[in-house]
């Protein structure tokens, strides 16, 4: 059985789109998403969120990833979910 969590949108399971060229930076990523024409600048953090933005994880799994592997005191998931819902805004995850 599947625990729910207190925050819904910690179950979301985002998926990056298809079609982003990605080209790494030394402070995080540029995308290109070409369907739309845009170009996109992620920071670190941002870039490892997309990253993580494989269809298999919910947004809470990710941020537990992140909190573990940069040692945070605190939960990630606010910063996750606002993150996940800026990249859905720009068509980088669906």
Known sequence: MK???ADP?????PRRVEG???YSEDDGWI???GANNRVHHLN???AAVL???TGELTVGQIAQLLSDAF????????DVVECVATLRAESLVR
């Open 3 to 5: 625990r729910r969590t």
């Open 9 to 13: 949108a910690s179950d979301d399971i």
């Open 20 to 22: 982003l060229d990605i």
């Open 31 to 33: 995308v290109y998403h």
């Open 44 to 46: 670190a953090s941002a």
């Open 51 to 53: 990253e993580l933005c």
């Open 71 to 78: 040692g945070a005191s605190g939960s990630a998931l606010p």
